[in-house]
């Protein structure tokens, strides 16, 4: 069975496949203090839950945007599953040619997406990964990486409001009944939900008049099943794309 991992600055998502089919996914808060020990009693107890064989892992990898954790996942890795992990490094191992001005400072998460959208749905495509940040992501005809966008995500917007507007509220983010707002929570809900559905149509309205008609628009992430329905242009949200496109990547380094 192969472990992956997409340590993101807000969360942290693992999956487990044995062989084509993933057998369990979970979604955790990352944890920039969490120890080696404590990273690796984690991944046993979430092992155990799912009643999974954890010594049934022969393979692991990671792709990770929080260097702070690398040597400590690494460490975890070696220390409770006895495998070196495989890190994605865009510009190496990847397998996906990338036209960035600096190739190594593209997100390791964005390059793992793009490697997925076009094996699954071909190109030209767009990807929308819903996360800390809210990144687009241009993938050509060819499966080239092209280049693409980073808005600060819904979650960042809605703190920013709270913390610097004194009388207002923090709020849950979701879908309001009507966009006019009856009270204070309301209209903040839905200046949150409609306002961010509108960047992210009006950001794919201005990518798709720049490169031309897209195959396939999707969207992924944690938020995505929640802003992504919301959207004109957003055609599929697909949960898993980041931890099949950390699959792949796997696979293209063992031939």
Same mark, same amino acid.
């Given at each position: 069975?192969?472990l992956?991992?997409d340590?993101?600055?807000?969360?942290t998502?693992?999956g487990v496949?044995?062989?084509d089919e993933i057998?369990?996914?979970?979604?955790l808060?990352?944890?920039?203090?969490r120890?080696?020990d404590?990273?690796g009693i984690?991944?046993?107890?979430?092992?155990?839950?799912?009643k999974l064989?954890?010594?049934?892992?022969k393979?692991?990898?990671?792709?990770?945007?929080?260097?702070?954790?690398?040597?400590?996942?690494?460490?975890?890795?070696i220390?409770?599953?006895?495998?070196?992990?495989?890190f994605?490094?865009?510009? =190496?191992?990847? $397998?996906?040619? !990338?036209?960035y &001005?600096?190739?190594? @400072?593209?997100?390791?998460d964005?390059?793992?997406? /793009?490697?997925?959208?076009?094996h =699954?749905?071909? $190109?030209p495509? !767009?990807?929308? &990964?819903?996360?800390? @940040?809210?990144?687009?992501?241009?993938?050509?005809? /060819?499966?080239?990486?092209?280049?693409g966008?980073?808005?600060p995500?819904?979650?960042?917007?809605?703190?920013?409001l709270?913390?610097r507007?004194?009388?207002l509220p923090?709020?849950?983010?979701?879908?309001p009944?009507?966009?006019?707002?009856?009270?204070?929570i309301m209209?903040?809900?839905?200046?949150l939900?409609?306002g961010y559905?509108g960047l992210?149509?009006?950001?794919?309205?201005?990518?798709?008049d720049?490169l031309g008609?897209?195959?396939t628009?999707?969207?992924?992430?944690?938020?995505a099943?929640?802003?992504g329905k919301g959207?004109?242009?957003?055609?599929?949200i697909?949960?898993?794309?980041?931890?099949?496109?950390?699959?792949?990547?796997?696979e293209?380094?063992q031939?």
């Amino acid at each position: 069975m192969l472990l992956v991992m997409d340590v993101g600055n807000t969360n942290t998502v693992l999956g487990v496949y044995a062989g084509d089919e993933i057998v369990a996914r979970w979604r955790l808060t990352t944890e920039r203090d969490r120890t080696i020990d404590e990273y690796g009693i984690l991944c046993r107890n979430l092992f155990t839950l799912a009643k999974l064989d954890f010594t049934a892992i022969k393979a692991i990898a990671i792709s990770s945007v929080v260097p702070t954790l690398n040597f400590t996942l690494y460490k975890m890795a070696i220390t409770y599953f006895e495998i070196e992990p495989l890190f994605v490094e865009p510009e =190496k191992n990847s $397998g996906i040619k !990338i036209h960035y &001005d600096t190739p190594q @400072a593209v997100g390791a998460d964005r390059v793992v997406n /793009a490697v997925a959208a076009f094996h =699954k749905y071909g $190109g030209p495509c !767009i990807v929308v &990964d819903f996360g800390t @940040a809210t990144t687009f992501d241009a993938i050509s005809p /060819a499966g080239d990486y092209l280049g693409g966008v980073i808005t600060p995500g819904v979650q960042i917007s809605s703190e920013a409001l709270f913390l610097r507007a004194s009388r207002l509220p923090r709020v849950q983010i979701r879908h309001p009944e009507k966009v006019v707002g009856t009270s204070t929570i309301m209209s903040i809900q839905s200046g949150l939900y409609f306002g961010y559905i509108g960047l992210v149509d009006g950001i794919l309205t201005r990518m798709i008049d720049e490169l031309g008609p897209q195959k396939t628009v999707i969207a992924t992430g944690g938020l995505a099943p929640l802003i992504g329905k919301g959207s004109a242009i957003i055609e599929i949200i697909d949960d898993d794309l980041l931890l099949e496109g950390l699959k792949l990547i796997y696979e293209r380094n063992q031939s």
